[in-house]
């Protein structure tokens, strides 16, 4: 399986950017679902621990987390086995601690075809972390 780095964290203040890397290590980078999270205190979650902030599939297909949309942009660079997360105009809400994350697609049987999907639930690889910190 894959083995995931970041960087790229920091502190800024209201309406900055900061642009997250992840880099991997291992096989088939290209087949995985990759995704970035963030996990905020245990006093102030009141949701998952882990929050997805945005996907992007092995097929190109991305998805945001609706506060987000507008704002970030996820890509990735399957010949570099790299994920990137651009964040825009940060907010405060924005701080936490934010981790690449990696999945095997979850495969659903259709027909005499079948569907590949990314699903929040099933990352099971993690990198170390990266704090984001965002002052008003």
């Known amino acids: 399986q894959v083995q995931l780095v970041e960087s790229g964290g920091g502190s800024v203040q209201s309406g900055g950017s900061l642009r997250l890397s992840c880099v991997a290590s291992?096989?088939?980078?290209?087949?995985?679902?990759m995704g970035w999270f963030r996990q905020t205190p245990v006093k102030e979650r009141e949701g998952p621990e882990r929050e997805a902030v945005a996907i992007a599939a092995h097929n190109g297909n991305t998805t945001y987390k609706d506060s987000v949309k507008g704002r970030f942009t996820i890509s990735r660079d399957n010949a570099k086995r790299a994920l990137y997360l651009q964040m825009n105009n940060l907010k405060p809400e924005d701080t936490a601690m934010y981790y690449c994350?990696?999945?095997?697609?979850?495969?659903?049987?259709?027909?005499?075809?079948?569907?590949?999907?990314?699903?929040?639930?099933?990352?099971?690889?993690w990198g170390q972390g990266t704090q984001v910190t965002v002052s008003s």
């Open positions: 994350a990696a999945a095997r697609p979850h495969i659903i049987e259709v027909g005499d075809g079948r569907l590949e999907v990314c699903l929040p639930y099933e990352f099971n690889i």
């Open positions: 291992g096989d088939s980078f290209s087949s995985y679902c």
